[in-house]
């Protein structure tokens, strides 16, 4: 077993910036594909971004892209995810996810197997 937590939300102006942690324990994160959703009031959990186990790739929503990064520490078993340029569309409840050992990095929330509870990022006008 996996457990996830994240932190790091909170409220921001729009272009400002925030970074979200998620750090893990019972097991090693080591061994995960670890992703990044969001989810808006009564829209659907949406793929962010993700990382492979080896932190050798990322995937980024094109929503994102160039303005997200995610990184890790398997060290600290924790997966980042630094937000620039945030925008008022990027409010939503943001979790983060495990895949053990998958060889890609899935965008779909079915594929993964823990989650944390999330935490909220609301970017204000």
């Known amino acids: 077993q996996v457990q996830l937590v994240e932190s790091g939300g909170g409220l921001v102006q729009a272009g400002g910036s925030l970074r979200l942690s998620c750090a893990a324990s019972g097991r090693t994160l080591r061994n995960h594909n670890v992703g990044w959703f969001r989810q808006a009031p009564g829209k659907e959990r949406d793929f962010v971004g993700g990382?492979?186990?080896?932190?050798?790739?990322?995937y980024y929503a094109d929503s994102v892209k160039g303005r997200f990064t995610i990184s890790r520490d398997n060290a600290k078993n924790t997966v980042y995810l630094q937000m620039n340029g945030l925008k008022p569309e990027d409010t939503a409840v943001y979790y983060c996810?495990?895949?053990?050992?998958?060889?890609?990095?899935?965008?779909?929330?079915?594929?993964?197997?823990?989650w944390g509870p999330g935490t909220q990022v609301t970017v204000s006008l």
């Open positions: 990382i492979t186990w080896s932190g050798r790739s990322t």
């Open positions: 996810a495990a895949d053990f050992l998958n060889t890609i990095v899935a965008v779909t929330p079915t594929e993964y197997e823990y």
